[in-house]
């Protein structure tokens, strides 16, 4: 089994709008409201190839409950004080619109409390997946506690993760998935080999960097394995990177070869860019990019 | 008693933000909700004057229970199987832009129970307001069974609506308020006073316009009255029609004079304009205003 952490999970709110209208007042045609956060795409993807999962999450307040109410995947909720995020998304006549709900405070005992529910369900998994931003105010301490509570049960771990949880999490050993902007960003190295090596001295096991339409690489201590992107893929990127995340941690959880995984994670990410909804994956397009056909 | 009736409240959500990036992630620094809605707004502002008002609203969802959860004045909820709606307003470096959803698909017993429950509030009212717009799919006809509820007990209506639910109100013999543009929207008029006499042809009681900077008309039978603005106010216009709506409609059901009414509807207009948030006034101007003096 592998175990899937969003430390900030969110209600995602989608507007559909006619032509946007910055400084004035829009009417929404259409909401759609689904259960969101990095680690509940990466989760839903995994569950989707039928790999058994389980996700761990903070649920708070009135968004919370309806999170609780909306998520179709096995999952273990750790209450907390404050109330879930909400991000919405304005799809109106030209690139969408986000805003982002900065998440609840959570306090350092609800983390705790958070810790120990982490370790009973990593008692028999194979692997854990920490995905997305941390709350405000969060210590990125929080995200070395999970790898370490991880490792002491013999479970790898891979962080998908930005800033200072980034460093954090390369310093606890985890398998790190930053994409190259955010690798640039956190290590304020020069180019994307200085960076991973950085993230290599720091302790990380492994740096997988994902470059968009240029594939994706992964930096070891051995060296450097990369796979080109799926050619010719058109269609919404958001929600691409949780799938290869879930490649990824698929294929490394059932101890596949680190070029397979790589594989995978690209085809798994193309397959997402298909369909319309963050979380979803065209499951017979995943198999042909597998066998290397194009889009 | 004043009976405020909102045909489709909503949860209004202010999202505070730095510079404005359409098409980009915008990072919210700042949430706040409140219980919103034409009628819930001009129900506050009778609550802050002392007039005994009582709220009545269509409630169904998360979002209807965290209304009823969040609303400060008397109210009576008439449950419906359909979810409240939320209305986004974010507030960057520029003029504020507003997303609104439709709101729910209220059914024709759902209204019908609606009329019955607004039916024992009116027993002893004084005065009803309906203000706001209807949700989708909801016929204009509605408003007119209301003016028709109340007038059976003896009370007097001020609708404040737009489009055909103006001209329903007009029809039915209520008092409207308009502001110009929804007047000359409603109407196809080429100018207020051609619009004004088209509704109270149809049977409107009285017309008042709200003209902006250029204050207050009210068009009768037997003439025309008008107040000027109050002069060098600055601040936030959101609820500062529903605030002279509470104005005018404490100096109908009081019996004051109609240019009394107008004089009170200017002068709280503009003490909501000195606040921060729609549905508060500062009455302490709102009485300079009164007594004639400036901003």
């Known amino acids: ?26 009417r929404v ?14 989760a839903r993807v995994l569950a989707a190839l039928d790999v058994p999962v389980r996700a761990v999450l903070p649920l708070g307040g009135d968004a919370g409950r309806w999170l609780g109410s909306a998520l179709d995947i096995p999952f273990d909720d750790v209450p907390i004080s404050g109330e879930n995020r909400t991000t919405v998304t304005v799809a109106g006549d030209g690139h969408p619109t986000v805003y982002t709900e900065p998440g609840p405070e959570v ?13 009973e369900c990593l008692s028999g998994a194979r692997f854990l997946v920490v995905s997305g931003s941390l709350p405000r105010g969060a210590s990125p301490d929080v995200v070395v506690a999970w790898v370490r509570i991880a490792r002491e049960r013999g479970v790898r771990t891979l962080v998908d993760a930005s800033g200072p949880a980034l460093l954090a999490a390369a310093r ?33 096991e492994l740096v997988v960097v994902s470059r968009g339409a240029d594939g994706i690489a992964a930096y070891t201590r051995g060296g450097v394995f990369a796979v080109p992107a799926i050619p010719g893929v058109h269609g919404n990127p958001t929600g691409a990177g949780d799938a290869a ?3 990824l941690a ?40 597998l066998n290397g056909a194009p889009a």
């Open 172 to 204: 606890a050993g985890a398998v790190v998935k930053p994409n190259r902007a955010e690798l640039l960003d956190a290590t304020a190295a020069s180019d994307e080999a200085v960076g991973a090596a950085m993230l290599l001295r720091l302790g990380a």
């Open 107 to 119: 306090s350092e005992a609800e983390w705790a409390a958070f810790g120990r529910r982490l370790a």
């Open 250 to 289: 698929a294929a490394l959880a059932a101890g596949r070869p680190l070029i397979e995984a790589l594989r995978a994670a690209a085809a798994l990410g193309a397959a997402a860019v298909l369909r319309p909804v963050a979380g979803e994956v065209d499951l017979p397009a995943y198999q042909r990019f």
């Open 1 to 26: 089994m592998i175990v899937a952490v969003t430390p900030n999970p969110a209600i995602d709110v989608t507007y559909r709008i006619g032509a946007h209208a910055p400084g004035e007042t829009n």
């Open 245 to 247: 995340t879930a490649g």
């Open 29 to 42: 045609l259409e909401v759609r409201r689904r259960p969101g956060g990095k680690g509940v795409n990466v």
